[in-house]
């Protein structure tokens, strides 16, 4: 199947920095890709939709100029955590649509972001 | 808003025995469901999925049951085995590839 890729799988910052993360689709193209955010023992929540050649949506609550997001090609997605906080450690899981396909998503392993 | 949850946030079953996780979806409108599996530190695999014109779909193991009259789906797990222990999560497409995700149940196998 398709493969998704994260990076960095882990990743410790000090609070005030900014800390990007990578989504790559591996052996296809995606228009869409999409990030979600994830606190231990919850489900996924959307954070946004991110289109290739365009600007992302976000979903209500998810403040844009804190989450950046990037989707400069058809293999590459970048999420942005500017000044990040404590309140920022999560789980950011990445998905990704093949393109034409009806409706399957293609998950990274996810990123695990620590602020101290 | 639309949801999608869960009524067992954890399930422990002996190996060999079947397990059944079921989901309820409020949204009578979603035309597209998936199970997915998601071990600890790792994201989400693609289980199985349905289309609302189906009420019953098999793979390998695994049967998901959808029965739109009560907006509720299933997921059965055949002969669970020790590397079925993980949380499972139904998705329901809220709308062009947006997917509403469950609240998850731990599936916790027991020797």
């Known amino acids: 199947g398709a493969v998704v890729s994260q990076h960095p799988s882990r990743v410790i910052c000090k609070s005030g920095t900014s800390v990007k993360i990578e989504c790559r689709s591996l052996?296809?193209?995606?228009?869409?890709m999409f990030w979600y955010r994830q606190f231990p023992k919850q489900s996924l929540m959307l954070m946004a939709t991110?289109?290739?050649?365009?600007?992302?949506?976000?979903e209500q609550g998810v403040e844009k100029d804190k989450f950046l997001i990037n989707h400069a090609s058809l293999t590459l997605s970048t999420l942005t955590v500017t000044s990040a906080h404590p309140e920022d450690s999560s789980f950011y899981i990445c998905?990704?649509?093949?393109?034409?396909?009806?409706?399957?998503?293609?998950f990274g392993e996810g990123s695990r972001l620590t602020v101290l | 808003g639309e949801s999608v949850g869960l009524h067992l946030p954890t399930l422990s079953v002996q190996e060999g025995d079947n397990s059944i996780i079921n989901c309820a979806y409020s949204?009578?409108?979603?035309?597209?469901f998936i199970w997915y599996k998601q071990e600890s530190g790792k994201g989400p695999q693609f289980i199985i999925d349905?289309?609302?014109?189906?009420d019953k779909r098999q793979g390998q193991r695994v049967t998901v049951l959808l029965n739109k009259t009560v907006k509720h789906l299933s997921l059965q797990i055949a002969a669970t085995q020790p590397g079925d222990s993980a949380v499972y999560f139904c998705?329901?497409?809220?709308?062009?590839?947006?997917?509403?995700f469950g609240t998850g149940t731990r599936l916790k196998v027991l020797a």
């Open positions: 998905s990704a649509i093949l393109a034409g396909n009806t409706g399957e998503l293609f």
């Open positions: 052996d296809f193209q995606a228009t869409t």
């Open positions: 991110s289109n290739e050649g365009s600007k992302a949506t976000y």
């Open positions: 949204n009578s409108a979603s035309d597209y």
């Open positions: 349905i289309r609302s014109n189906m």
């Open positions: 998705a329901e497409e809220g709308g062009t590839y947006k997917y509403i």
